[in-house]
């Protein structure tokens, strides 16, 4: 079936480093996509989205790049920091599907000092 | 700003009890939803509503039922707690339901339950 996933279930990195965190997905419908940053004990949050017309988006240290011919999506952190250790999801969400995303299993981002 | 808010953080459960947990958020949010997160998992859709009155099942509705009497709040009901509902489960809002303005999902802190 149609199905979110994550290549990494943990990334270490060093403080300082880039890190990159790797989604997969299988629904050739889905046109948004979004990452989301959960910290221990509590809810997800939105870091980033983008959508199927583009490739590349830029936010503040965070760079999503979207793949469609191999249906990969990805999230660059730049100069990991401390804060940034989380488990990170993508989530997609199908056309004409509203606001019901699909997410996958979260990647964990253990950061070293 | 509250913004989503749930309570309580923490329950334990025996096998048969029933409880509420509790969503109510103050952004005049249209949009509200149940989801499940099991360990290592990805975030499952229990229930939603588009608006007060109206409640639709999601991926995993089974065990649970919901009602949304006021546009603030969209309680979840356990019946009959059982083994297999030992989960985290977050309560979300969006404004709508469409994705065509960015619209995000704004998500509780979640309620751990336990049920042995």
């Known amino acids: 079936g149609e199905s979110v996933g994550l290549h990494l279930p943990t990334l270490s990195v060093q403080e300082g480093d880039n890190s990159i965190i790797n989604c997969a997905y299988s629904n050739s419908a889905s046109d948004y996509f979004i990452w989301y940053k959960q910290e221990s004990g509590k809810g997800p949050q939105f870091i980033i989205d983008?959508?199927?017309?583009?490739d590349k988006r830029q936010g503040q240290r965070v760079t999503v790049l979207l793949n469609k011919t191999v249906k990969h999506l990805s999230l660059q952190i730049a100069a990991t920091q401390p804060g940034d250790s989380a488990v990170y999801f993508c989530?997609?969400?199908?056309?004409?599907?509203?606001?019901?995303?699909?997410f996958g299993g979260g990647t964990r981002l253990m950061v070293k000092p | 700003n509250a913004g989503v808010t749930q309570t309580p953080k923490f329950r334990i459960l025996k096998i048969g009890q029933s409880m509420t947990l509790q969503c109510t958020q103050d952004m005049n949010h249209n949009y509200m939803y149940w989801y499940r997160q099991d360990p290592g998992m990805g975030l499952k859709l229990i229930y939603y509503s588009v608006g007060a009155g109206i409640t639709d099942k999601g991926e995993v509705p089974n065990g649970y039922n919901v009602s949304r009497s006021t546009t603030e709040d969209f309680p979840l009901r356990l019946e009959l707690a059982a083994p297999s509902q030992t989960s985290v489960y977050f309560c979300?809002?969006?404004?709508?339901?469409?994705?065509?303005?960015?619209?995000?999902?704004?998500f509780g802190s979640g309620t751990q339950l336990s049920v042995l």
């Open positions: 989530a997609e969400n199908p056309r004409d599907a509203g606001n019901m995303l699909t």
């Open positions: 979300a809002s969006s404004y709508s339901l469409t994705t065509s303005t960015n619209e995000k999902l704004f």
């Open positions: 983008i959508r199927s017309n583009m």
